[in-house]
């Protein structure tokens, strides 16, 4: 999917403009690249609608770069989708804490029930109890009680095959021994049948749980909205668990999950072993479904400095030649709050070449700032003036010698030039300047 969505987007890179055919093109290839990984196709198309929207009213057609801008569109578009919040689990008023773990039978219920008691014990130090109402299988049984031994959380189990009395008396039981979270852990099938969730929903109206937790294969593909309504029309779930994501799969199927149930995704399990288990970062899962990060993040940074205000009076400056060593320095300090100089490079069309030779870092800036900070208002204004006494006590008084001083005035006189040249730019463009 990453690659089709940038290939997609990478044929509008370069382009000055994005007219609309090129846009209905994109969007197509998008839709196609998110069908491919499995997302539903109503989703799909919602989105994608969604996100030819965006960019039909917005500032990309003008924009300097607008493949980074059509990319950040469908980035800001998803995370919406797959919920901008995180959100927690619920816990009781009144402990015990009753969660209920519900899924098709492979899913990965039993391991996350131990993954989930380990977190809550070692994240929020709760004290939970795991009950074993996969009742058909000893093996299942086994499995919880080994896990749940690694963590050293106990197990409510009993002899006999009835899911909801193991599901009753360990709420029972976590109250006698005060303990405050019982994580109630149930039998699934491979696929969904009445009995099932019949039990499930037992199980629910039985004990009241305050979270029921949905666990799906990540893996799953379009199967996977399918069961989630089924498990959700069933027992209204609260939140999601999309497992194995530690394997190769994009995540599609959980945009398409959050789309057509509307129920937050809640964690992420991502292996076998216990501590294999994050909170859901929708932001982060939307830059692996794109495998866009880095494009991202370089425009909300440029996005985050850039104020147009500024860039308007300093193109001003620029074109009638009013550029001095304050506005210099202040286009310093912007270029260090943007961090690694060097991310930035790229952002710039035609000016990356003469910026890479200036070979930028923090410290280049040290020296400029000292020598600036020592120059009277008078000659920051008007650099001209600084004659040779000028530059001899500036010297002394920021610690540098002539020599720094020389270069640096002709650094800033060369890019007064390079700006000039850039002043043609859009927007970011201008934005950018001054980065020499
Ligand atoms: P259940 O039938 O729903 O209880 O599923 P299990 O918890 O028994 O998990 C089924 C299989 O998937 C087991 O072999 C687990 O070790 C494995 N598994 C569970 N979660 C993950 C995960 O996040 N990543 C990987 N790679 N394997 C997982
Ligand atoms: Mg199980």
Do not use: C, W
């Not at 009950?131 to 050293?152: F, M, N, S």
């Not at 700032?369 to 003036?385: F, G, L, W």
Request: without cysteine; negative net charge; hydrophobic residues 40%.
């Amino acid at each position: 999917l990453s690659s089709k969505i940038e290939s997609a987007v990478q044929s509008l890179k370069g382009q000055a403009r994005i007219t609309d055919v090129n846009i209905a093109e994109t969007v197509r290839e998008i839709r196609r690249a998110l069908l491919d990984a499995d997302v539903n196709l109503e989703v799909a198309r919602r989105f994608t609608d969604e996100v030819k929207e965006r960019v039909m009213g917005s500032d990309v057609l003008n924009s300097v770069n607008p493949g980074q801008q059509f990319t950040k569109i469908v980035y800001d578009e998803m995370v919406k989708i797959l919920g901008e919040e995180r959100s927690d689990i619920a816990v009781a008023h009144q402990p015990p804490t009753v969660i209920l773990i519900a899924g098709l039978q492979g899913s990965g219920k039993t391991t996350f029930s131990a993954k989930l008691a380990r977190y809550l014990k070692q994240e929020n130090n709760r004290n939970p109890i795991l009950a074993a109402a996969d009742v058909y299988r000893p093996a299942a049984i086994d499995q919880l009680k080994t896990l749940a031994g690694e963590i050293d959380v106990p197990v409510y189990s009993i002899e006999q095959k009835d899911a909801v009395r193991v599901a009753k008396e360990a709420v029972s039981m976590a109250k006698s021994l005060a303990l405050d979270t019982v994580i109630i852990d149930t039998a699934g099938r491979l696929h969904v049948d009445e009995k099932m969730m019949d039990e499930v929903a037992e199980i629910k109206s039985s004990v009241e749980p305050d979270e029921i937790l949905f666990i799906v294969d990540a893996m799953t593909g379009q199967d996977a909205v399918n069961t989630a309504k089924a498990f959700n029309e069933t027992i209204d779930f609260d939140g999601v668990v999309l497992t194995k994501m530690d394997g190769d799969t994009r995540g599609g199927a959980a945009l398409s999950i959050r789309s057509v149930v509307e129920k937050p995704i809640k964690f992420m399990s991502t292996g076998e072993k216990l501590d294999a288990l994050s909170p859901f970062y929708p932001d982060r899962l939307a830059q692996r479904i794109l495998g866009m990060g880095d494009v991202v993040s370089l425009v909300e940074k440029a996005q985050q400095e850039y104020d147009e205000k500024q860039a308007k009076k300093l193109q001003e400056k620029i074109t009638s030649d009013k550029f001095d060593l304050v506005d210099f320095y202040d286009q310093i300090q912007k270029i260090k709050k943007m961090g690694d100089i060097s991310d930035l490079v790229g952002m710039i069309p035609g000016a990356g070449k003469a910026v890479e030779d200036a070979d930028l870092s923090e410290d280049t800036f040290k020296p400029i700032e000292a020598i600036i900070n020592s120059m009277t208002p008078e000659e920051r204004h008007n650099p001209e003036i600084l004659n040779g006494t000028r530059r001899r006590r500036i010297a002394k008084g920021s610690g540098t010698s002539v020599r720094e001083i020389n270069q640096l005035i002709k650094q800033f006189d060369q890019m007064k030039k390079m700006m000039k040249s850039m002043s043609k730019m859009g927007k970011m463009g201008q934005a950018m300047q001054g980065l020499k």
